[in-house]
């Protein structure tokens, strides 16, 4: 939203309640709305990092479909190497992503796609832009060159992250993703935690736990000092109230039962948390992960 004022558009602000999904049908009303076909684009992001929600993106990318003249733009950073999105199927115009979340390497690549009506589109725009112009990335593509130097370090990374990914499979690095936001989410039910997210609609990346009358600062900061394992905080008004814990991209069964045990081990020296519900927790991950 500040991006786009930052180029003089016009914004239209479409929202959720923090850890709830962005409600497909207030597109679809403000899309049919337009009857003059002035809106340009619909901007937002498939898996929502700062709380764990994953959005309905395909059915949000239908209505804009029906409009006929907008495009979608993703934001496809932690769903994209975690879950499907197949482009090309749900008709999405541009998705974005970048090297440091489900590629496992380094920030510092991005990676777009376009539909043929964005591209065209982009012949169209007259915003400024210059380094980020995608038509000088489009033309040089097609001499198998780049506009400026690339970070060439990163794309030997990729290279090597692009073996793993097949070796590994899509399916099968789906499905690992899947297990593992299982196993995380019911786990911490049964320490009394309760989730940040609405549970039907759990982002594959992230897990985001509320506390509650404990101080989600302090309770990273123990989890850091006595196992080494950095939990992520709550952005804005959600900092002392939640954590996170990514599960995004080289996470394997061996780190989900380990930051299980951690946060166990935490609550139970905290009197928050019995011996027996520390065990559950760890019994019903690995029933979750045995089905990977
Ligand atoms: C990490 C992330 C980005 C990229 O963040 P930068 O730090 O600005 O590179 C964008 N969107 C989502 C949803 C993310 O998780």
């Known amino acids: 939203m500040k991006v786009a004022k930052e180029f003089g558009l016009e914004v239209i602000k479409i929202d959720s ?3 709830t999904p962005l409600n497909p049908e207030e597109f679809k009303k403000v899309l049919e709305e337009d009857k003059q076909k002035e809106i340009k684009a619909v901007i937002f992001t498939h898996s929502e990092t700062s709380t764990g929600v994953i959005n309905d993106l395909e059915t949000i990318s239908s209505y804009i479909q029906q409009h006929g003249t907008a495009l979608s733009i993703v934001d496809c950073v932690t769903s994209i190497g975690a879950c499907n999105v197949p482009v090309d199927e749900w008709q999405l115009d541009i998705v974005a992503s970048g090297s440091q979340k489900g590629y496992m390497i380094p920030p510092g690549l991005s990676f777009i796609a376009m539909s043929q009506k964005a591209w065209e589109s982009a012949e169209r725009s007259n915003l400024p832009k210059f380094y980020l112009n995608l038509k000088s990335y ?9 506009p400026y130097t690339p970070a060439v370090n990163l794309v030997f990374a990729l290279d090597e992250a692009l073996k793993m990914m097949r070796e590994e499979g899509l399916d099968k690095i789906f499905q690992r993703h899947e297990k593992h936001k299982l196993a995380m989410s019911n786990a911490v039910k049964t320490l009394n935690l309760k989730l940040f997210a609405d549970e039907r609609y759990l982002s594959p990346s992230i897990t985001a736990i509320k506390t509650e009358e404990i101080d989600a600062e302090g309770f990273r900061k123990s989890i850091k000092n006595n196992f080494d394992i950095l ?4 952005q804005d008004h959600l900092k002392g109230k939640i954590f996170r814990v990514g599960h995004l991209g080289y996470v394997n069964d061996r780190d989900i039962i380990t930051v299980i045990s951690a946060i166990s081990k935490t609550l139970l020296d905290l009197g928050k948390i019995t011996a027996q519900e520390a065990g559950e927790a760890i019994v019903v991950a690995s029933r979750y992960l045995d089905e990977g």
């Open 231 to 234: 939990l992520a905080g709550g």
């Open 138 to 146: 489009r033309k040089s593509l097609l001499n198998n060159s780049n």
């Open 17 to 19: 309640a923090w850890g």
